[in-house]
């Protein structure tokens, strides 16, 4: 089993719905919780970084982390056919590069 | 502010070749850490270099070696290339090795 996992889709959506994304994972020390987007021929772009559990926000995009449920997840309000790309799901134990496990992604596809 | 850069971008090589591939991180960055993005296998950490020292390395065989300058330029060194290295090779830049990393568009390397 994997520490860290995540639904790879498709996901197809129509523009304007509400979009969420999720990953489980399995390792109780990981306090740091990370989303990225990857559109295609393109690297990783950080989206969202909280710290243990709880909410944040920022624009259309909000994060929330269950840590007693071990279940992260990505809420995309008012959702854009730009928003259409793969979306990552990262933790880590540590502040450490070294550390973090990324989930193996979820193809999203916003239909106009 | 510029951001990470990686040349080249792609890559075709035979098996048995070696390559070389180069990642210059956002202008103030120390830390370089180095990923091979594969669709079976995700995002997998290869090592980490901070001021000119490899600080972290992940599970992969001697064959994969790295450096960075006294620029914080690095380079990732693969020898004996074997048809699984076909990969998307991904830097990230972080300013001391933490979880917020920032990624380049990668190098795409085909061996065949």
């Known amino acids: 089993q994997k520490e860290v996992e995540q639904d790879p889709g498709p996901l197809s959506v129509p523009e304007g719905a509400i979009v969420s994304l999720n990953c489980t994972y399995s390792?109780?020390?990981?306090?740091?919780f990370m989303w990225y987007r990857q559109y295609s021929r393109k690297g990783p772009e950080l989206l969202m970084y909280?710290?243990?559990?709880g909410n944040k926000e920022d624009g259309r995009f909000t994060a929330q982390v269950d840590k007693s449920s071990k279940y992260i997840s990505l809420f995309i309000r008012d959702s854009q056919p730009s928003d259409s790309a793969t979306y990552l799901c990262?933790?880590?134990?540590?502040?450490?590069?070294?550390?973090?496990?990324f989930g193996s992604g979820t193809r999203l596809s916003i239909r106009p | 502010k510029a951001g990470v850069t990686q040349t080249p971008r792609y890559l075709i090589k035979t098996r048995g070749q070696q390559v070389t591939l180069s990642c210059s991180p956002i202008?103030?960055?120390?830390?370089v850490s180095w990923y091979q993005q594969t669709p079976g296998q995700g995002l997998q950490f290869l090592f980490e270099?901070?001021?000119?020292?490899?600080?972290n390395k992940g599970n992969f065989p001697g064959r994969f070696s790295g450096r960075q300058f006294s620029n914080s330029r690095s380079e990732m060194n693969v020898s004996t290339l074997e048809l699984g290295d076909s990969a998307l090779y991904l830097c990230?830049?972080?300013?001391?090795?933490?979880?917020?990393?920032?990624f380049g568009p990668g190098t795409r390397l085909t061996v065949l």
């Open positions: 990230a830049s972080s300013p001391q090795g933490d979880n917020e990393q920032f």
């Open positions: 909280t710290y243990s559990s």
């Open positions: 270099y901070f001021s000119e020292t490899q600080r």
């Open positions: 390792n109780s020390a990981f306090q740091y």
């Open positions: 990262a933790m880590s134990p540590y502040s450490s590069a070294s550390k973090i496990i």
């Open positions: 202008s103030g960055h120390r830390s």
